[in-house]
């Protein structure tokens, strides 16, 4: 078969101990199904900065376009915190996502089986969850203008919050092309009673949902979506939001779940180059501990088989070899209960692993 050439890069704080385990388990996906893939690791973030002095090095980008994915980690930490803007491990993120015009951010959110009561919320509330959001990543007020001045009175900065229809038609139409493959529901995510974008954005959508008539739409603020989502999460389906709202909203979704330590996500464009990374950061609270849960790393990899490679039956593998781990009742720290034994993310990443052995391919599927 083919070789998938795949860009690494583990970045800081908890990225590159996750990122061994999502390896292994990759591994493990060659030997089980067949499929070939070669790694080449990069520099991003704030490793970059001390290193060559940029976030994000031109071999680190060249790297991820030829690649035919990219998986990482995560960057940032407080050692970076006071640098100017373009010396940010964050900016290696913003500039991937911007270069390879990755515009559609998959966040699902899911409460697997046996983390009942893993959440801080009451277990009916959160009972059937399994939600995806979609967020625009590529433009918003991640990415117009920014500025600060010294004004006779004191200083003043600003950001600004753009938006071409062009850029909201494109992700509308990819969430409802999702919701139309899940429980066909689809909610719009915005601020339409104050911000101009926002009423831009809404009108896309219902021009946008004329094509999709089989899709139920609601449109819900931004502020009443966040209550709603601790009140009644299971009743979303697919959330299409813009870009900082859905950074927002997707942590909180972590918390249906029991953890931030088990979303995955895919960032995807017009072709198939993507890039997967686990919805959380670099938790530099736990860095270098060995206690990180690796499960999102692990199934931003499977969603990589899956978005970018096609690799249907070996993504399904990894993520119901993550969900038999869990429901076996192995736990990371965070998410085990107070005096509730926990395991480290070598021993969760080995689970996995092993676990992988009650998913053989199915011998009617030809390999590639
Ligand atoms: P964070 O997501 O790194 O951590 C928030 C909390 O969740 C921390 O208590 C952390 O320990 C915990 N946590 C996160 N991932 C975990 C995991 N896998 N297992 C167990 N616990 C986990 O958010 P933060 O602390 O606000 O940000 C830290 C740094 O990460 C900042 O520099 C930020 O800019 C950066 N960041 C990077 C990315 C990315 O690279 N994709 C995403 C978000 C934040
Ligand atoms: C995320 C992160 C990033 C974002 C930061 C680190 C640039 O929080 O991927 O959710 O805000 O998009
Ligand atoms: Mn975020």
């Known amino acids: 078969g083919t070789v998938k050439k795949i860009a690494v890069l583990p970045g800081d704080g908890i990225g590159p101990e996750i990122m061994e385990e999502a390896l292994k388990v990759l591994r493990k996906v060659e030997d089980q199904f067949g499929h070939s893939f070669q790694f080449t690791f990069a520099m991003a973030g704030g490793g970059a900065v001390d290193r060559v002095g940029n976030p994000l090095p031109e071999e680190t980008l060249s790297l991820c376009q030829q690649s035919d994915a990219v998986l990482l980690a995560a960057v940032g930490g407080p050692k970076w915190d006071n640098n100017p803007p373009e010396l940010r491990p964050e900016q290696a993120l913003l500039g991937l996502r911007k ?159 029991g953890s931030i330590g088990l979303l995955p996500s895919a960032s995807l464009g017009e072709g198939t180059t993507g890039l997967y990374e686990p919805v959380h950061g670099s938790a530099p609270d736990i860095a270098g501990q060995g206690v990180a849960n690796p499960a999102a790393m692990i199934l931003s990899a499977a969603m990589m088989l899956r978005h970018s490679f096609g690799y249907e039956e070996a993504a399904t593998a990894v993520e119901k070899a993550v969900r038999k781990v869990l429901a076996d009742g192995h736990r990371t720290a965070d998410l085990a209960g107070p005096g509730e034994l926990a395991v480290g993310t070598e021993e969760f990443g080995d689970l996995v692993v092993e676990a992988m052995n009650a998913f053989e391919p199915d011998p009617k599927v030809p390999m590639e």
């Open 99 to 257: 270069s390879l015009k990755l515009f559609a951010n998959l966040r699902p959110a899911v409460l697997f089986e046996g983390l009942e009561n893993a959440s801080t919320l009451k277990q009916e509330v959160v009972k059937g969850v399994d939600l995806l959001v979609v967020r625009e990543l590529t433009g918003g007020i991640y990415f117009g203008e920014k500025k600060r001045e010294q004004l006779e009175d004191g200083e003043q900065a600003t950001d600004t919050l753009v938006y071409h229809e062009r850029e909201v038609e494109r992700i509308v139409r990819r969430a409802f092309e999702i919701a139309r493959g899940r429980r066909k529901m689809l909610t719009s995510v915005d601020k339409a009673n104050i911000l101009e974008s926002s009423r831009l954005w809404r009108s896309v959508v219902n021009r946008v949902a004329l094509d999709y008539p089989d899709v139920q739409v609601e449109h819900v603020l931004v502020d009443n979506c966040a209550m709603q989502l601790i009140r009644r999460p299971a009743d979303f389906d697919v959330i299409v939001t813009e870009n900082m709202f859905g950074d927002i909203l997707s942590d909180e979704t972590a918390m249906l779940t």
